[in-house]
C-alpha cells in the first residue's frame, strides 16, 4: 500500500513538472523573448534587468529552463508585469478565492445532484423521473458561462436579490472582519457557486441514477429483499454504498471541471480567483503569470485525482491488490 | 422570413423526421437498435441532431438574408423578434435566424472537424499503447496524464493567445489536438481486453504486421466505445468554442458561430436579449441532443448487455 | 431604495454570535457620505507624471493640487478665469516672467509644509528625459522654473502667448520634493510611491486592491475647506456594460459617462439616480499608420499613399454608424476634435460621404476586382489591411464590426486585430498596426493635446501614425501663438484643420456628448467638463438623508 501510495506521489510530480515545462517551451516558440514585456516603456529598467538576471533571459534557452526551475524551487515565480507585483503574491491572493468558489459549487454540485439523483432513481420511469430527468440534461449541456449571464440578468440585475459581481462590498466589508462581513461575502458567492454547482449538478444526478439503478438491479440487493428486511433500509444501506463508489472519482474529475468552469464563471461575475487572474494574463501576455498558473491548476488537477484515487482504494480493498498499470 | 424560406425550413423539419423514422425501421432489425431506441430521449434527440445539420446544409435557403448584412443600422438594430426578423436583429441590424443558420455551419463543422482530429489521433494512440504493451504503453499513457493534468480551456487560451489572429482551421485543429486524451484511455482498455481474443491471437501468429492487425481486427471490434465518446466529445468542443469567442479567441468577426453571437449580443442582454439568447439555446439543445444520443449509443453498443 | 441583503443574513448570524455585530450608529453630520464610483478600468500608477491614463487622472486629481484651476467658464486664455489652489496669487513681473505666491497653509499630508522647492522640483521631474513624462511636450515653452524664497516660485516663458498661464497651471501636479528626490529618474514607474502616494489635496489616500478597488478619505484639515464627502471609492469592473450595472443595482453611487443610449434611458428613468449631461471631451478615430508597421524608416506600403486614403475617408458614412452606435449622444467631429473645443465649428471643411467618387478614386489608383471575390485588388495584392481595436471598449468593437462591413461593400477588405487594452497601447507606441481605431480624452484647449498627436511633435508620443505636414505644423504653431486675439487664432486653427482634412490622416469618427449619473442623495454635484470629479470636494449628502454605506465608521 504504502509503495503504491509512494508510486502515485512521485507520478503526479513527475506530471507538474511535464505540465510547467511544457508551457515553458510552447511559450518560448511561440515568440522570441515572451517574459520580457512587449515594450519596455512601462516598466522600469532596474526591474527589467532583475528579470534577466534572474531568469537569465540573456542565456541561452537550456539554461533559462533550469533557471527558471531553481526559482520555482526557491518560490520566485517571477514578476508580473501587469500587476506590478511578484506572481507569487498574485497567486496568492487569488487561489484562496477560487477555492472557496470551487468548495462552494462542489457543495451544491453533490448536494443537489445526489439528492436528485437518488429521488429519481427511486421513482424510476415516474413522471418526475422523466421532467428533472430532462431539465438535469438540459442544464448539463448549456455553456456555464450563458447560465451565468442568465442568472446576472435575471436574480442580479432585474430582481435585485444579488450583487452583481465581485468579492464583497468595498464600502462596508472591505476586510472580512465581521459576520455581517461573511454574510456579504456568502451573498457575493452565491450566485457564481450556483452557476458552477448547478452544472455540474445535473451531471452528478445523471450519473448517480444511473449508477444506483445499477446497483438496485443486483442480486444481493433481491436477496437482501427476500429477507424481508425495510425497503427503505435496503435502499440506504446497501445500494447507497456501492453506488457511492463511483462517485469518489467524480470528486477528482470535478477538479478540472471546476476550474475550467471557474475561468469563465469568475470572468462574468468578476470573482477576482484564479481563473481571471489566468484569462486576464493570457490576454495581457503576461507570460509568468502564465506560467505560474499552469503549475498552480495542474498540481490542483493532480492533488484531486491523488485524493480521489487514495478514497477510492481506501474505500475498495480490491483496487489495492492490484499493481501498476491504470 | 419569406415564403421560400418557410418551405425550406419546413422540408428541413420533414427530412429530419424521415431521417429519424429510417433509422429507427433499420435499428429495430439488431438487439442494439432495439436498445438505442428504448431510451425515450434518444429519438428526440437524433431529430434535433438531424435538423440542424439539415438547417447547417440548407443555410442558404432557410435564412433570409446573407449573415454578414447590417439591414439598417440606423433603425432595424436590436429589433424585436417580428415575422420579418423572426428571431429579432442583433447591435448590427444583423437577422438573428440568419446567423444562426449559417452560424450552424461553422459551429458544427468546428465541432464535428475537431473532434474528428481527437479521436484519430486519440484511436491512434490509445490502440498503440493498448496493442504493444510495456514502455510504450506506459510512455504513452504517462503523455495521456499530462495532457488531462490542466484543463482544457487554459491550455486552448495559451495557444490561441500565443499567435495574433488564428485561422478557423489552425483553431480545428489545436482543439482535436487538445481533446484526444479520453479517448486514448477508452481505445487502449479496449484493446487490451481485445488483445487476448482468438482472432487477434491468430492474426498475429500468421505473422501479419501489427498495423494491419490493430486496423483490420482490432479498432473495428474497439468502435464501440470511440463512437460514444465522439458524440459526447462534440459537445464539448461546441461549449468549448463558445467559452472562447467569449473570451474574444474564438471564430473572427464577421464569420457568425454560435459562440461569438453570444459574445456580441451579451453587453445588450438587459435590453435586447434575444441576440444572446436564441445562439446559447441554440448551443443547449444540440449539446444536450448529443448527450441522448451519446448515452443511447453507449447503452446500445455496450457487448455486456447481450445477456441481460 | 432597496432592502440591503445583507441585513438578512446580518441578523440571523448576530442572533447565533451575540454581540458580534455591526452597531448602526456611525458618521452623522454634514461630513460623512460615502461616494462610490464604478470604473471600467484602473490606473497604472497614481503618479501623475509618468502616466496618461484617464483613471489615473481621476484618482490623483483629489490627492494632487495644481497651482491654479480652471474656472466654471473653461476658458483657457490668459489668467482672468483661474481659481487659486496651491498659489494664493500671483503676478507677472514682466511680460514672460510669472511670479507664484504659495498658500502658506497648504501642507503635505504627512505634515510637511508645500514649499517652492516642491513647485521648481515637479517641473524638473516632469521636463526629465529619463522620466520621459506624456507632458512634456506640454511644458515646452517654459524655459525655468527657480524659487525666489519657501513660499515664491518664478516662471519664465520663451515667448508670449495667450495660454502661457495654463500651460504653467494646468499640466503639472505638484509632487511632493522630500519624498520623491531620492527616487532614480528612470524609476519613477515602478516606484512604491506610486502605489501608496502622499498628496496635498481634500483627499488622501487609504488603500488600493489591485483588480478591485481603490479608496480615499478626506483631509479634514485642507485648507481650502473640508471636504463634506468622507469617503471616495473607486469599483473596478471589467468593463462598461457591468459597470453600468452595478450603478442601477444600487451597488454604486456614480458613474462618469453612460455612453450609450439605452443605459442613458434606463439610468436616467431609475428613480435613485440624477441624470448629469456635460459635454465630451473625448474624440475617436481610425488612425492610419503612414508608416511600415513595426519599421518607422519604411512608408506604409498602402497608407503612405495620401490619395489611398483620401478615397477611404470618401467612402466611409460616418453618420449612419454614429447614430447606430450612440444614437444622439455624440456628433460627427470635422476634424480631430472633442465637443469641449472652443474652436468646434461644423462649418470646417472635411471630405464628404461620396461613395462613387470614391469608387472613381480607387480605379483611377489601379484598384479594381479582378477575380470577381468582391475584394479589390492591384498587382495581384488585395486591398487589405488590419484594424486594432481593444477588446475592452464595447464601442469601438462596434464601430470596428460596422466599419468591416461598410469596407467591404467598397471593396475593401478589413481584418480585425482585437486585443487586451494594454496590448493595444504598446502596438500603437511601437508603431505595430497598420490602422487603428482610437479615442483621446482631449484637453481643454486644442494647443496642448493636438500637436502631440498631429505634428511632428508627436513623433514618438502620441503621433502613432506618423502624419507629419509642415504647413499644418506651422499653422498650429501660429493658431497656438496668436496674441490674444480670438479671431486671429480661430482662423489659424481652421485653416490648420481643412488643411490636415485634405490629407486624411484618418477617418474621424465621434465627438462625445457625456451623460453622468449620481445617486440622487448627493447634491451640490458640479461637473467640470474636462475633470468630472474636479470639484467633488463640494459634493455632499445632507443629514437626513445618510444611508448605511455613508455612515460606517471604518
Known amino acids: 500500500m504504502i509503495v503504491w501510495v509512494v508510486r502515485r506521489v512521485a507520478a503526479s510530480i513527475a506530471i507538474v513538472w511535464a505540465v510547467v515545462t511544457l508551457t515553458f517551451f510552447v511559450i518560448h516558440a511561440a515568440r522570441g523573448s515572451p517574459f520580457l514585456p512587449e515594450s519596455s516603456q512601462s516598466v522600469d529598467p532596474e526591474t527589467i534587468a532583475r528579470i534577466t538576471n534572474q531568469f537569465g533571459l540573456d542565456r541561452p534557452l537550456w539554461v533559462q529552463y533550469v533557471l527558471y526551475l531553481r526559482n520555482l524551487a526557491t518560490g520566485n515565480l517571477g514578476e508580473s508585469f501587469a500587476l506590478r507585483r511578484p506572481v507569487a503574491d498574485a497567486l496568492a491572493d487569488a487561489i484562496p478565492n477560487t477555492f472557496v468558489l470551487a468548495l462552494a459549487a462542489l457543495l451544491i454540485d453533490f448536494a443537489v445532484g445526489l439528492a436528485l439523483g437518488i429521488y429519481q432513481a427511486v421513482r424510476e420511469r415516474s413522471v418526475g423521473d422523466i421532467v428533472l430527468g430532462n431539465i438535469a440534461l438540459f442544464v448539463n449541456s448549456m455553456p456555464t458561462f450563458w447560465l451565468g449571464l442568465v442568472l ?12 452583481v459581481g465581485g468579492l464583497s462590498d468595498p464600502v462596508l466589508c472591505p476586510r472580512l472582519d465581521s459576520a455581517a462581513c461573511l454574510g456579504d461575502f456568502v451573498w457575493h458567492l452565491t450566485l457564481p457557486a450556483l452557476t458552477l454547482g448547478l452544472v455540474g449538478a445535473a451531471g452528478t444526478a445523471r450519473f448517480q441514477r444511473a449508477a444506483m439503478l445499477e446497483v438496485i438491479r443486483q442480486e444481493y440487493v433481491r436477496t437482501a429483499r427476500a429477507k424481508g428486511l425495510q425497503e427503505r433500509r435496503v435502499l440506504l444501506v446497501h445500494a447507497l454504498r456501492n453506488a457511492l463508489l463511483p462517485l469518489i472519482t467524480l470528486v477528482g474529475l470535478a477538479f478540472p471541471f471546476l476550474l475550467t468552469g471557474a475561468v469563465l464563471v469568475e470572468t462574468v461575475y468578476a470573482w477576482p480567483g484564479m481563473g481571471q487572474l489566468a484569462v486576464r494574463a493570457i490576454l495581457q501576455r503576461d507570460y509568468y503569470v502564465v506560467t505560474g498558473a499552469a503549475l498552480v491548476t495542474s498540481t490542483m488537477v493532480v492533488l484531486g485525482n491523488l485524493i480521489a484515487d487514495l478514497l477510492y482504494a481506501v474505500a475498495d480493498p480490491r483496487i489495492r491488490v492490484r499493481g501498476a498499470g491504470a | 422570413m419569406n415564403i ?30 432495439r436498445r438505442f431506441f428504448r431510451h425515450p430521449t434518444a429519438a428526440p434527440g437524433l431529430f434535433v441532431l438531424a435538423f440542424f445539420v439539415m438547417v447547417a446544409l440548407a443555410a442558404p435557403l432557410v435564412a433570409p438574408f446573407r449573415p454578414y ?14 415575422t420579418r426578423y423572426i428571431l429579432g436583429t442583433d447591435p448590427l441590424s444583423r437577422d438573428v435566424w440568419s446567423r444562426l443558420a449559417h452560424g450552424a455551419r461553422i459551429s458544427l463543422g468546428i465541432g464535428a472537424l475537431a473532434m474528428f482530429v481527437a479521436v484519430t489521433i486519440g484511436a491512434a494512440v490509445g490502440a498503440t499503447a493498448g496493442y504493444f504493451r510495456r514502455w510504450v504503453d506506459t510512455a504513452l499513457m504517462r503523455l495521456v496524464d499530462v495532457g488531462l493534468a490542466m484543463p482544457r480551456i487554459f491550455a486552448l487560451l495559451v495557444v490561441v493567445a500565443l499567435w495574433d489572429r488564428i485561422a478557423v482551421p489552425v483553431l480545428v485543429l489545436v482543439i482535436g489536438l487538445t481533446g484526444w486524451f479520453a479517448t486514448s484511455r477508452l481505445v487502449r482498455a479496449e484493446v487490451l481486453s481485445l488483445r487476448e481474443r482468438e482472432y487477434v491471437a491468430a492474426a498475429r501468429a500468421l505473422g501479419a504486421r501489427p498495423s494491419r492487425v490493430i486496423v483490420r481486427h482490432v479498432l473495428p471490434n474497439a468502435a464501440a466505445p470511440i463512437i460514444v465518446s465522439a458524440a459526447l466529445g462534440i459537445g464539448n468542443v461546441m461549449l468549448l468554442e463558445a467559452g472562447l469567442s467569449f473570451l474574444g479567441m474564438g471564430v473572427p468577426s464577421p464569420a457568425p458561430s454560435w459562440g461569438n453571437m453570444i459574445a456580441d449580443g451579451w453587453s445588450k442582454m438587459a435590453v435586447a436579449p434575444w441576440s444572446a439568447t436564441f445562439p446559447g439555446l441554440a ?7 448529443l448527450n441522448a444520443v451519446g448515452d443511447a449509443l453507449r447503452d446500445a453498443l455496450d457487448p455486456r448487455k447481450e445477456a441481460v | 431604495m432597496q432592502t440591503p441583503r445583507p441585513t438578512v443574513f446580518a441578523a440571523v448570524a448576530c442572533l447565533a454570535l451575540l454581540g458580534s455585530c455591526e452597531r448602526r450608529g456611525g458618521c452623522t453630520g454634514d461630513h460623512c457620505g460615502t461616494l462610490v464610483i464604478a470604473y471600467a478600468g484602473e490606473p497604472d500608477i497614481l503618479l501623475p507624471p509618468v502616466s496618461e491614463f484617464a483613471a489615473t487622472r481621476d484618482v490623483t486629481e483629489p490627492i494632487f493640487l495644481k497651482l491654479a484651476d480652471l474656472g466654471p467658464s473653461g476658458n ?11 498659489a494664493e496669487r500671483w503676478e507677472w513681473d514682466t511680460p514672460t516672467t510669472l511670479v507664484f505666491h504659495l498658500d502658506p497653509r497648504a501642507h503635505w499630508q504627512d505634515g510637511q509644509a508645500v514649499t517652492a522647492a516642491d513647485v521648481a522640483f515637479t517641473y524638473q521631474v516632469y521636463t526629465d528625459t529619463l522620466v520621459n513624462s506624456p507632458f512634456r511636450s506640454s511644458l515646452r515653452q517654459i524655459s525655468a522654473v ?6 515664491t516660485v518664478v516662471f519664465r516663458f520663451r515667448q508670449r502667448y495667450p495660454e502661457m498661464f495654463y500651460d504653467a497651471v494646468y499640466h503639472m501636479r505638484i509632487m511632493p520634493s522630500h519624498l520623491l528626490r531620492e527616487v532614480p529618474r528612470d524609476q519613477w514607474r515602478s516606484t512604491a510611491f506610486g502605489r501608496a502616494p502622499v498628496g496635498d489635496g481634500p483627499y488622501r489616500f487609504v488603500a488600493w486592491k489591485a483588480g478591485q478597488s481603490i479608496e480615499l478619505a478626506a483631509d479634514s484639515t485642507f485648507f481650502l475647506g473640508r471636504p463634506y464627502i468622507r469617503r471616495l471609492i473607486w469599483r473596478f469592473t471589467p468593463d462598461q456594460q457591468v459597470a453600468v450595472t452595478q450603478l442601477l443595482a444600487g451597488d454604486a453611487d456614480a458613474i462618469e459617462v453612460l455612453i450609450t443610449p439605452d443605459n442613458v434611458q434606463r439610468a436616467c428613468a431609475d428613480p435613485k439616480l440624477a441624470c448629469y449631461p456635460y459635454k465630451g471631451s473625448a474624440y475617436g478615430y481610425v488612425g492610419f499608420n503612414l508608416a511600415a508597421p513595426g519599421d518607422t524608416t519604411k512608408p506604409h506600403p498602402l497608407f503612405a499613399d495620401r490619395d489611398l486614403r483620401r478615397a477611404l475617408v470618401l467612402a466611409t458614412d460616418r453618420e449612419r454608424p454614429l447614430h447606430n452606435v450612440f444614437g444622439e449622444l455624440a456628433r460627427v467631429p470635422p476634424g480631430p476634435m472633442s465637443q469641449l473645443w472652443w474652436i468646434w465649428d461644423p462649418e470646417i471643411r472635411e471630405l464628404p ?17 479582378s477575380d470577381g471575390d468582391g475584394i479589390r485588388d492591384k498587382d495581384g495584392h488585395a486591398l487589405s489591411f488590419r484594424l486594432l481595436v481593444p477588446t475592452t471598449s464595447a464601442i469601438r468593437r462596434q464601430y470596428a464590426r460596422l466599419l468591416q462591413e461598410s469596407f467591404r461593400t467598397a471593396g475593401v477588405d478589413v481584418q480585425l486585430d482585437e486585443v487586451d487594452f494594454s496590448v493595444f497601447n504598446e502596438r500603437a507606441r511601437a508603431g505595430r498596426f497598420d490602422a487603428l481605431l482610437n479615442v483621446w480624452n482631449t484637453d481643454p484647449t486644442p494647443s496642448s493635446g493636438f500637436p502631440q498627436t498631429w505634428t511632428k511633435a508627436g513623433f514618438g508620443r502620441s503621433n502613432y501614425g506618423r502624419y507629419f505636414n509642415p504647413q499644418v505644423d506651422q499653422l498650429v504653431d501660429r493658431a497656438v501663438s496668436a496674441a490674444a486675439n480670438r479671431d486671429q487664432a480661430r482662423r489659424a486653427w481652421r485653416s490648420a484643420f481643412e488643411m490636415l482634412n485634405q490629407d486624411a490622416p484618418g477617418i474621424f469618427l465621434f465627438a462625445t456628448e457625456n451623460v453622468a449619473a449620481v445617486n440622487k442623495r448627493f447634491t451640490d454635484v458640479t461637473i467640470r467638463p474636462d475633470s468630472w470629479l474636479a470639484l467633488v470636494r463640494s459634493w455632499r449628502v445632507p443629514s437626513d438623508r445618510l444611508t448605511d454605506r455613508d455612515r460606517v465608521e471604518r
Open chain 2, 69 to 82: 448584412e447590417q439591414i439598417d443600422i440606423d433603425h432595424l438594430q436590436n429589433h424585436a423578434p417580428s
Open chain 2, 4 to 33: 421560400w424560406n418557410w418551405v425550406a425550413l419546413s422540408g428541413a423539419v420533414v427530412l429530419a423526421l424521415i431521417v429519424v423514422g429510417a433509422v429507427r425501421r433499420r435499428a429495430g432489425a439488431s438487439a442494439s437498435g
Open chain 3, 146 to 151: 527657480t524659487t525666489r524664497d519657501s513660499l
Open chain 3, 353 to 369: 460621404y461620396d461613395s462613387a467618387q470614391a469608387a472613381r478614386l480607387l480605379k483611377r489608383l489601379g484598384w479594381i476586382d
Open chain 2, 283 to 289: 448551443i443547449s439543445l444540440v449539446v444536450m441532443a
Open chain 1, 152 to 163: 446576472l440578468l435575471v436574480f442580479a440585475q432585474r430582481l435585485h436579490a444579488f450583487p
Open chain 3, 76 to 86: 483657457t486664455v490668459s489668467d482672468e478665469d483661474f481659481q487659486p489652489q496651491l
